[in-house]
């Protein structure tokens, strides 16, 4: 029994997931709480990220009732983090980027955090952004075809665990122009890709 997910949350980070399982998973998922699609966008640079993310904060903010201190933005990097965090704050919206050593869930604004400081986390609105400079393309040339396979598989599990930090709301933004085998695959039955 999920109490932290909704249905529509857990079902879409299920589907991403398939790619990347260990073990074949035969067990039915219960859900108490349901609510809207998760979303994938493509965008094309940071200004338009930082803008998407900005309207979807507010957004999902004043639709679920809650402050803005209710969203939390999960990056791949610190570098990314930092970026976003910087973004927000230009455009209006109070945001501090934080690592795991650094982590205040009491502040106001919202919290900009690597997707591995996340894990054990929930928050009721979260997007997953900030891969517009792969981390994965320099270190995949170095390597065979089995390891890419490998680190593809464990990048995937850490977006999943990502992904179901979501309690009511979630995001996926990805690069508009050579998004990788990391930031595809969300199935439509799962998702709301819009222009993504």
Same mark, same amino acid.
């Given at each position: 029994?999920?109490?932290?997910?909704?249905?529509?949350?857990?079902?879409?980070?299920?589907?991403?997931?398939?790619? +990347?399982?260990?073990?074949?998973?035969?067990?039915?998922?219960?859900?108490?709480?349901?609510?809207?699609?998760?979303?994938?966008?493509?965008?094309?640079?940071?200004? =338009?990220?930082? =803008?998407?993310?900005?309207?979807?904060?507010?957004?999902?903010?004043?639709?679920?009732?809650?402050?803005?201190?209710?969203?939390?933005?999960?990056?791949?990097?610190?570098?990314?983090?930092?970026?976003?965090?910087?973004?927000?704050?230009?455009? +209006?919206?109070?945001?501090?980027?934080?690592? =795991?050593?650094?982590?205040?869930?009491?502040?106001? +604004?919202?919290?900009?955090?690597?997707?591995?400081?996340?894990?054990?986390?929930?928050?009721?609105?979260?997007?997953?952004?900030?891969?517009?400079?792969?981390?994965?393309?320099?270190?995949?040339?170095?390597?065979?075809?089995?390891?890419?396979?490998?680190?593809?598989?464990?990048?995937?599990?850490?977006?999943?665990?990502?992904?179901?930090?979501?309690?009511?709301?979630?995001?996926?933004?990805?690069?508009?122009?050579?998004?990788?085998?990391?930031?595809?695959?969300?199935?439509?039955?799962?998702?709301?890709? +819009?222009?993504?």
């Amino acid at each position: 029994m999920n109490h932290r997910t909704t249905q529509e949350v857990g079902e879409a980070a299920q589907s991403y997931l398939q790619e +990347g399982i260990l073990d074949e998973d035969n067990i039915e998922r219960l859900y108490i709480h349901t609510g809207p699609l998760p979303v994938v966008r493509a965008v094309a640079d940071r200004p =338009s990220e930082g =803008s998407l993310l900005a309207q979807f904060c507010r957004t999902a903010a004043r639709e679920f009732r809650l402050g803005i201190g209710a969203c939390a933005i999960l990056t791949p990097t610190e570098k990314s983090g930092k970026n976003i965090a910087g973004q927000l704050s230009y455009l +209006g919206v109070e945001a501090t980027f934080m690592t =795991s050593r650094e982590l205040n869930l009491n502040c106001k +604004g919202v919290k900009v955090l690597p997707l591995k400081a996340a894990k054990g986390l929930e928050f009721p609105i979260v997007a997953i952004a900030g891969f517009l400079d792969s981390p994965f393309s320099a270190v995949t040339k170095k390597l065979s075809d089995e390891e890419i396979a490998e680190m593809l598989a464990r990048e995937r599990r850490t977006l999943f665990v990502g992904m179901t930090r979501a309690m009511r709301a979630l995001m996926v933004l990805v690069p508009a122009h050579q998004p990788g085998s990391l930031l595809q695959d969300f199935d439509p039955q799962f998702w709301n890709l +819009g222009n993504a």
